[in-house]
């Protein structure tokens, strides 16, 4: 029984880690956003929005996705709090989401 249960937790692409990381403060606006995943992404499918400190989106576009990997480029939003939104579907068909937000500034 333990097993079934393990290897159904284990059929979502959940967020393993993130750079900037979650959480995290960088001294700079980071140029792109990447999160990495559990499990591998469809690309169709998933997608990441990052808003600045004023509130206004920062990325600058679609996202990209190479296997487990997802990342999107930013444009410059200067010093303070950035929010993070993703949504996936593994390539299994089980879809996540989540946020994070990360800190740039001295």
Same mark, same amino acid.
């Given at each position: 029984?333990?097993?079934?249960?393990?290897?159904?937790?284990?059929?979502?692409?959940?967020?393993?880690?993130?750079?900037?990381?979650?959480?995290?403060?960088?001294?700079?606006?980071?140029?792109?956003?990447?999160?990495?995943?559990?499990?591998?992404?469809?690309?169709?499918?998933?997608?990441?929005?990052?808003?600045?400190? *004023?509130?206004?989106?920062?990325? &600058? @576009?679609?996202?990209? !996705? =190479?296997?487990?990997?997802? #990342? /999107? *480029?930013?444009?410059?939003?200067? &010093? @303070?709090?950035?929010? !993070? =939104?993703?949504?996936?579907? #593994? /390539?299994?068909?089980?879809?996540?989401?989540?946020?994070?937000?990360?800190?740039?500034?001295?």
């Amino acid at each position: 029984m333990l097993t079934l249960a393990t290897s159904a937790a284990q059929a979502h692409a959940f967020l393993d880690h993130a750079d900037p990381r979650v959480g995290n403060k960088v001294t700079n606006p980071p140029h792109e956003v990447t999160l990495y995943f559990t499990q591998k992404l469809e690309p169709a499918f998933s997608s990441v929005t990052v808003t600045g400190p *004023s509130g206004q989106r920062v990325d &600058a @576009g679609k996202a990209r !996705v =190479n296997g487990n990997q997802m #990342s /999107v *480029s930013l444009k410059g939003g200067g &010093a @303070g709090t950035y929010h !993070v =939104n993703w949504h996936v579907l #593994s /390539v299994d068909t089980h879809t996540t989401n989540g946020n994070f937000t990360f800190q740039v500034g001295q």
